[in-house]
């Protein structure tokens, strides 16, 4: 898997597949969301490992959740925040953003922005699938 690409992985069938696109450079983190997807076959992962490629996929694929890195090699997850939410194709699209760090002064900005919830990396199992359940029972 290459990070300048949008690759897909599907985790499962299902009569109703939902789009998880995570927008993510390190492919490390990559893989650990695709297990994590294991566990909720509904989802099937999307990945784009930079800022170009991400906005690209969001258009493309028309994702039901967006999970988002905050730093990228071509630039930030507030640039991709701010342009997924002013583009009228993707601005409905969920997105969480995650970061190493901790969560403090950053995630006010962002949600404020757009961004429908904030998760600090090492990601909380628990809360990541609890998520993933009721944003698919809604949809």
């Known amino acids: 898997m290459e990070p300048s690409t949008a690759d897909a992985h599907t985790n499962g069938t299902s009569a109703r597949s939902l789009v998880l696109l995570y927008i993510e450079d390190h492919l490390e983190s990559v893989s650990v969301m695709a297990d994590i997807l ?48 002013q583009d009228r194709e993707t601005s409905d699209i969920p997105v969480v953003v995650l970061s190493a760090g901790t969560i403090g002064a950053k995630a006010a900005p962002l949600v404020d922005a757009g961004a429908d919830q904030f998760w600090t990396k090492p990601h909380d199992l628990g809360l990541m699938l609890e998520y993933f359940d009721e944003l698919a029972a809604r949809l």
């Open 38 to 85: 294991e566990l909720r076959p509904v989802w099937r992962l999307v990945h784009a490992g930079l800022v170009s490629t991400g906005i690209e996929a969001a258009r493309t694929q028309r994702p039901d959740l967006i999970l988002l890195d905050m730093h990228l090699p071509d630039g930030t997850g507030d640039q991709v925040l701010t342009a997924l939410k």
